[in-house]
T-cell receptor, first 114, second 113 residues
Framework: DTGVSQNPRHKITKRGQNVTFRCDPISEHNRLYWYRQTLGQGPEFLTYFQNEAQLEKSRLLSDRFSAERPKGSFSTLEIQRTEQGDSAMYLC????????????FGSGTQLSVL | QQQVKQSPQSLIVQKGGISIINCAYENTAFDYFPWYQQFPGKGPALLIAIRPDVSEKKEGRFTISFNKSAKQFSLHIMDSQPGDSATYFCAASKENRDDKIIFGKGTRLHILP
């Protein structure tokens, strides 16, 4: 197992465009989380899934953001009509909740909105 | 509202010295307090964690000290090494699992060779 994988690593887009990120969690991890990290700040919780169910969404997740986890495996995070304020590192993490295991983070997708 | 306050923002320590990073929290419902280490271009990685039923936890050169009455906890890195240079985040969680973690703003630690 190679850990949590995120693609792409970097994304540059123009304001108003839509972008989609993908996260592949550690196999058999039933919880998957999305966090956002801006420069000089700690990661901020966005949303999380248990299997395919989205259990909680932060107020940070505006209606331009949507996350899915079909079949409880990989997850996608889509941002529609991107704004310059969306520029950040988007981090994915996974865990095996019923074993009380720690969160394992991916290396993130760095989004730059021009 | 910042639920986990971390200080200092940056810290420079001589090789072999002790690095100390402090955190304070507000919500008494928090029951899990991890520290994460992040290197440039990487995601955070769990370093060490403590629950409020103990006052200290040590793993190798890393120690967490916890003061429940003061709602404060700190990370001590003994015999600091240049490889410890990274950003450190304290965090807290309300549930008895390490999920929905709330992070502090981070401390950039630089160890001088």
């Amino acid at each position: 197992d190679t850990g949590v994988s995120q693609n792409p690593r970097h994304k540059i887009t123009k304001r108003g465009q839509n972008v989609t990120f993908r996260c592949d969690p550690i196999s058999e991890h039933n919880r998957l989380y999305w966090y956002r990290q801006t420069l000089g700040q700690g990661p901020e919780f966005l949303t999380y899934f248990q299997n395919e169910a989205q259990l909680e969404k932060s107020r940070l997740l505006s209606d331009r953001f949507s996350a899915e986890r079909p079949k409880g495996s990989f997850s996608t995070l889509e941002i529609q009509r991107t704004e310059q304020g969306d520029s950040a590192m988007y981090l994915c993490a996974s865990s095996r909740y019923d074993r009380g295991e720690k969160l394992f983070f991916g290396s993130g997708t760095q989004l730059s909105v021009l | 509202q910042q639920q986990v306050k971390q200080s200092p923002q940056s810290l420079i320590v001589q090789k072999g010295g002790i690095s100390i990073i402090n955190c304070a929290y507000e919500n008494t419902a928090f029951d899990y307090f991890p520290w994460y280490q992040q290197f440039p271009g990487k995601g955070p990685a769990l370093l060490i964690a403590i629950r409020p039923d103990v006052s200290e936890k040590k793993e190798g050169r890393f120690t967490i000290s916890f003061n429940k009455s003061a709602k404060q906890f700190s990370l001590h890195i003994m015999d600091s090494q240049p490889g410890d240079s990274a950003t450190y985040f304290c965090a807290a969680s309300k549930e008895n699992r390490d999920d929905k973690i709330i992070f502090g703003k981070g401390t950039r630690l630089h160890i001088l060779p």
